[in-house]
């Protein structure tokens, strides 16, 4: 891997991260497209990138993270819980879901979920604000985010579209599900960078500092734009992406470009 991969990969990792489109399977195409095979050597330097992504959400959020917001984050906290819960339980029966076919249907099923959710939402007399959102609602958007365990989903997507139905507005959805990404990414991939620690000292250390940088960078410019748009926009031009991207996923894999 060389500086040009690590600047793709950051950016494709930051941008793809946290919109509801999924990363899995952007990531396995632009590195199938560069040449990179899954080696550990590769795999942990996903895993660095990723927190470098992750750092983006707590600049953003900051200004949430202090003793005053001590409810806001018992509600975030017991939203965590279902997804590491079910997700150390069947921990080993995830692995075994994770084929870049799953991952294609997953973004078509989305993309679908996405168009039915909005012709049934109607935003007036929702919770606009992410600190009024109560603990059942809280609970409601934890148990969602447990659909993230399934390659292909999209923890974002699946967080917004919970805390859409269970009663909040597209943005304050959106924030709750940044806030959430905070504790489930730090402990998902803190638990790959331990279990990969041994492989980072073979990792060159310019091409990991410009991947982290990157990924954080333009992280932070997906998340401040995806929180404007969804002020004013609903989620069907993501339904349509991911729609039109799982079938070409399905082709790529039927022509054998892809495994």
């Known amino acids: 891997m060389n500086i040009i991969d690590s600047v793709i990969l950051g950016t494709v990792e930051g941008i793809t991260e946290f919109l509801p489109i999924s990363s899995t399977a952007h990531m396995i195409i632009v590195s199938t497209l560069l040449g990179l095979k899954q080696t550990l050597n590769n795999v942990a330097f996903e895993v660095i990138i990723q927190l470098g992504a992750t750092l983006a959400i707590v600049m953003i959020y900051l200004n949430k993270i202090n003793f005053k917001e001590f409810e806001l984050w018992k509600k975030v906290i017991l939203a965590f819980l279902p997804l590491a819960v079910i997700g150390f339980l069947l921990r080993h029966q995830i692995k075994e879901l994770f084929t870049v076919t799953t991952v294609a249907w997953m973004f078509i099923i989305g993309g679908i979920v996405f168009f039915i959710v909005e012709k049934l939402y109607n935003e007036e007399n ?3 604000e992410v600190e009024k959102v109560n603990f059942k609602q809280a609970f409601i958007i934890g148990v969602f985010q447990v659909f993230a365990l399934i390659p292909g989903t999209s923890r974002s997507g699946a967080t917004i579209v919970g805390g859409m139905l269970g009663g909040l507005t597209r943005k304050t959805a959106a ?4 806030l959430l990404a905070i504790p489930t990414m730090f402990a998902a ?3 790959e960078f331990l279990k990969n620690i041994h492989n980072f000292k073979n990792q060159n250390g310019i091409v990991l500092a410009v991947g982290f940088i990157i990924s954080f960078i333009s992280a932070y410019i997906a998340v ?7 002020e004013k926009y609903t989620l069907i031009p993501f339904g349509i992406y991911r729609i039109v991207f799982g079938f070409a996923l399905l082709y790529l894999i039927h022509i054998g470009f892809i495994a």
């Open 126 to 128: 929702k919770i606009n």
């Open 224 to 230: 401040k734009w995806f929180l404007r748009f969804v």
């Open 189 to 191: 991939s803190g638990y």
């Open 175 to 178: 924030d709750f599900s940044f």
